[in-house]
C-alpha cells in the first residue's frame, strides 16, 4: 500500500499540509512501507515515520496551521 500520488494520501495529511510536505510524508510513507515490509504494524509504522520527516522541516504556527521551520531550505 504505497501512495503513488499526492490525491491518494489520507484526508487528515492532504487536509492539512502544504504541497511540499504532502510530497515528504507521501516519499517517507512508502520508503518506511518497503523497509518495514516483514512488520505486523507496517501500516502505523509507515505513518510515524512520514510524520516524523513532516516534523523535521515543518511546525505548526500559532494558528495551527503547518508551516516551513525557520531556517529551513
Given at each position: ?5 499526492k ?13 511540499d ?7 517517507a ?12 504494524d ?8 512520514a ?15 503547518w ?7
Amino acid at each position: 500500500m504505497t501512495y503513488d500520488s499526492k490525491s491518494e494520501l489520507p484526508e487528515s495529511v492532504r487536509g492539512t499540509l502544504p504541497e511540499d510536505a504532502q510530497k515528504i510524508y507521501r516519499e517517507a510513507f512508502n520508503s518506511a512501507w518497503e523497509q518495514y515490509d516483514d512488520a505486523d504494524d507496517r501500516e502505523k509504522r509507515a505513518h510515524q515515520v512520514a510524520w516524523s520527516a513532516v516534523k523535521e522541516e515543518y511546525e505548526k504556527n500559532e494558528e495551527g496551521e503547518w508551516v516551513k521551520k525557520e531556517g529551513g531550505d
